[in-house]
C-alpha cells in the first residue's frame, strides 16, 4: 500500500524546514525573555518557497511579554506569494482562559450555551484585528483555493475554526475561519526528522477499525472492512509489521485529562500509546480518525516536564499518518455519527476524499451567522450540532486524500 505518490511539495528535491518552530522546540522553550520576533529571516531557507501553491501557514507560539507575568501568544503568518503577517506579540494576544470548547461546551448533559460561546469567539476575535486583515488579504489572492496551515504549539487551545472572519466595516457577510477557507492543524512532533504539514498523500487501500457498542451505527459505515473486537486488540494489530490500512477508524468514548493517565480513549491511555510504534500505520501513511472526545486535544504533561506535547495526534503522525482527525471537546453522538457517514461516504467515490476540503465544505453546510440571542435557550441547543462540526480538527497535508476499498489489510 505504499505504492501511492507524494504529491505536494513533491518538487522540492528533500522537506524544507519551517522558519519557526523548530521541529523539536517545545513550548517553554519560547518562554524566554524577550527575543527578537522569529520571523521569515532567520536563515537562507525560503519559507514562502516551501509552502505549495495557494496555501499559507500560520504558527502560534507561547512567549511572554516582557520575559514576566501572564504568557501570550505570538503569530508568524505567512503565505506562498509572499503576503505576511508581521509577527505579532501584545496585550491583545494573551493566553484566553476562557474560549477552549473542551471545557465550555460538554454535549448535552450541560456547558456553556453554545450562542454564548460563539459571541465570545466573534468578541475576542475582533481585537486580532492584524491577524483578520492578513486572513482577508490571502482570501481575497487565492479564493476558495485557500489552505492555511495551524501550527499551534501554544498549549492554549483556542478553537481557530471558529475565529470570526468580519468583512472590517464593509458590510458584506463575515465567515467562521474553517468555513472561509481549508484550514488545517499540526503540531511538533518531537522526534529526530519528524514530519512536516506540508506533504500530502492520496492513498488508497481499506480499513482497520474498532467500533465502540455505544458506537455501534458505525459499524454500518464500514461492511467488509477489518474491525478489532477490543482497542487493544486493533493497538496490537497495528504495532505488528504488514501492509497498512489506508484508514484507521475507532469510534468510542473519549476523556480529557491534563497527564498522561487521565486522558483516555475507552480503556487505553495516552501514557499508553505515547511510547508505542505502529509500523502498519507507518506502511498505509493514511489518515487516523479518532471519532471520540476530546480525541485531538494535546497536553504537555506536567508529571514529565519535558516541554513536549502529547496526545494521539502527535502518537500516529510521528507513527507516520498523514493526516489526523480527531475532535477539540465533547462531541454529540449523532453529530459524531454524521461526520463519520459524510466523511466515509467521500471516501468511498473512486476519486477518493479530500480530507480537509471535505471538512470545509461540511462546516459550510452547517454553519450558522445568525446567532440567536443568548437567553433564547432551545435556539441556542439548536447549535450544537454547528459547534460540534467545527470541533472535528484535522492535522496533515492539505491535500491528502483518501479512497477505501474491500476488506482486509
Ligand atoms: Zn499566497
Known amino acids: ?84 503577517l508581521p509577527p505579532t506579540r501584545n496585550g491583545r494576544h494573551g493566553r484566553p482562559p476562557r474560549i477552549a470548547l473542551g471545557t465550555l461546551i460538554s454535549g448535552e448533559s450541560g456547558g456553556e450555551s453554545p450562542t454564548r460561546s460563539l459571541n465570545r469567539m466573534r468578541s475576542w476575535s475582533r481585537s486580532k484585528y492584524e491577524l483578520l486583515g492578513w486572513i482577508r488579504r490571502i482570501r481575497d489572492r487565492h479564493g476558495d483555493d485557500l489552505r492555511l496551515i495551524i501550527w499551534d504549539d501554544s498549549g492554549f487551545e483556542i478553537p481557530w475554526e471558529l475565529l470570526w472572519v468580519d468583512q472590517a466595516g464593509s458590510g458584506g457577510p463575515g465567515a467562521w475561519l474553517g468555513a472561509l477557507a481549508v484550514v488545517t492543524r499540526w503540531t511538533t512532533v518531537h522526534a529526530p526528522g519528524g514530519p512536516l504539514p506540508y506533504a500530502s498523500a492520496d492513498r488508497r487501500g481499506s480499513v482497520a477499525g474498532y467500533v465502540a457498542d455505544e458506537m455501534s451505527r458505525d459499524r454500518d459505515l464500514l461492511a467488509a472492512h477489518r474491525l478489532s473486537p477490543t482497542l487493544w486488540e486493533l493497538i496490537s494489530h497495528l504495532e505488528t509489521s504488514g501492509p497498512g490500512p489506508a484508514l484507521v477508524y475507532i469510534a468510542c468514548h473519549g476523556e480529557y485529562g491534563s497527564t498522561g493517565f487521565d486522558f483516555t480513549l475507552g480503556d487505553l491511555a495516552v501514557g499508553e500509546v505515547d511510547w508505542r510504534t505502529f509500523p502498519r500505520v507507518a506502511d498505509g501513511g493514511g489518515l487516523v480518525f479518532v471519532n471520540a472526545c476530546h480525541s485531538g486535544r494535546l497536553i504537555d504533561d506536567p508529571e514529565y516536564n519535558d516541554a513536549t506535547t502529547r496526545g494521539f495526534a502527535e502518537v500516529f503522525l510521528r507513527s507516520g499518518a498523514a493526516g489526523f482527525l480527531g475532535t477539540a471537546g465533547a462531541v454529540l453522538e449523532d453529530e459524531a455519527h454524521r461526520v463519520a457517514a459524510h466523511l466515509l ?65
Open 1 to 84: 500500500m505504499n505504492r501511492s505518490r507524494w504529491r505536494l511539495p513533491g518538487l522540492l528535491p528533500a522537506p524544507v524546514p519551517p522558519p519557526s518552530p523548530p521541529p523539536d522546540s517545545g513550548p517553554s522553550d519560547l518562554e524566554q525573555p524577550s527575543e527578537e520576533p522569529r520571523g521569515l529571516g532567520a536563515g537562507p531557507v525560503d519559507a514562502h518557497a516551501s509552502l505549495p501553491q495557494a496555501t499559507a501557514q500560520l504558527t502560534v507560539q507561547r512567549a511572554r511579554l516582557d520575559g514576566a507575568g501572564e504568557p501570550v501568544f505570538e503569530l508568524v503568518g505567512f503565505c506562498c506569494c509572499g503576503e505576511d
Open 345 to 409: 461516504a467521500g471516501m468511498g467515490e473512486p476519486s477518493g476524499l479530500g480530507v480537509a476540503t471535505a471538512l470545509r465544505d461540511y462546516r459550510r453546510t452547517i454553519a450558522v451567522t445568525d446567532l440567536p440571542p443568548v437567553a433564547d435557550r432551545p435556539r441556542s441547543k439548536e447549535l450544537l450540532p454547528f459547534v460540534s462540526a467545527f470541533m472535528y480538527l484535522y492535522f496533515g497535508g492539505p491535500d491528502t486524500t483518501i479512497a477505501l476499498y474491500g476488506g482486509g489489510g
